[in-house]
T-cell receptor, first 115, second 117 residues
Framework: DQQVKQNSPSLSVQEGRISILNCDYTNSMFDYFLWYKKYPAEGPTFLISISSIKDKNEDGRFTVFLNKSAKHLSLHIVPSQPGDSAVYFCAASDGLGGATNKLIFGTGTLLAVQP | GAVVSQHPSWVICKSGTSVKIECRSLDFQATTMFWYRQFPKQSLMLMATSNEGSKATYEQGVEKDKFLINHASLTLSTLTVTSAHPEDSSFYIC?????????????FGSGTQLSVL
């Protein structure tokens, strides 16, 4: 039972354009969502997060949108840069990201930004 | 940011042997470490939560006698795959949480690709 789904295994975008990565979840108890970025041969690194009390969180070129009614979140990267090329994982937890809460990950989306 | 060192990066072993994977937090104390497994084209699946000085908490369906976890210090957790079989071939990755911090402060190792022949 895949509680966090990233239905697009890959995405290709031109440099300077917007990249939109999507994530759907099924568990209505999830209240904290995170995006991680992973380069080859490295572990995932935290990118941006959002709690369920918000519908948008922005950090520089990265913005995460949350639509609770649709159980959908998306990561927008604008403008996209070649260095953004990586696998992006969506993750969710059910305790506002507290120290004891575990994360449920999606399968990841490979973003390729073309120069 | 904080560094989590995981090794080996890859290992090939014969069926029936045991394999130990180490996860070290290099510049911080990690009271909690997590072990994940990822099969091709699937998500990172949490196997167990490892707390320093206590027994690990295993997720449903994960055999604790097969996947031995030891978190002997605030900087080291180990996962031993005992009597490995080909179906245990997978990508294993650890993460560590800084004491008292939320999920943003979850740092990952670079993973171990295990191939069991």
């Amino acid at each position: 039972d895949q509680q966090v789904k990233q239905n697009s295994p890959s995405l290709s975008v031109q440099e300077g354009r917007i990249s939109i990565l999507n994530c759907d979840y099924t568990n209505s108890m999830f209240d904290y969502f995170l995006w991680y970025k992973k380069y080859p041969a490295e572990g995932p690194t935290f990118l941006i997060s959002i709690s369920s009390i918000k519908d948008k969180n922005e950090d520089g070129r990265f913005t995460v949108f949350l639509n609770k009614s649709a159980k959908h979140l998306s990561l927008h990267i604008v403008p996209s840069q070649p260095g953004d090329s990586a696998v992006y994982f969506c993750a969710a937890s059910d305790g506002l990201g507290g120290a004891t809460n575990k994360l449920i990950f999606g399968t990841g989306t490979l973003l390729a930004v073309q120069p | 940011g904080a560094v989590v060192s995981q090794h080996p990066s890859w290992v090939i072993c014969k069926s029936g042997t045991s394999v130990k994977i180490e996860c070290r937090s290099l510049d911080f104390q990690a009271t909690t470490m997590f072990w994940y497994r990822q099969f091709p084209k699937q998500s990172l699946m949490l196997m167990a939560t490892s707390n320093e000085g206590s027994k690990a908490t295993y997720e449903q369906g994960v055999e604790k006698d097969k996947f031995l976890i030891n978190h002997a210090s605030l900087t080291l957790s180990t996962l031993t795959v005992t009597s490995a079989h080909p179906e245990d071939s997978s990508f294993y990755i650890c993460s560590a949480r800084i004491r008292g911090q939320g999920d943003e402060k979850l740092f990952f190792g670079s993973g171990t690709q295990l191939s069991v022949l």
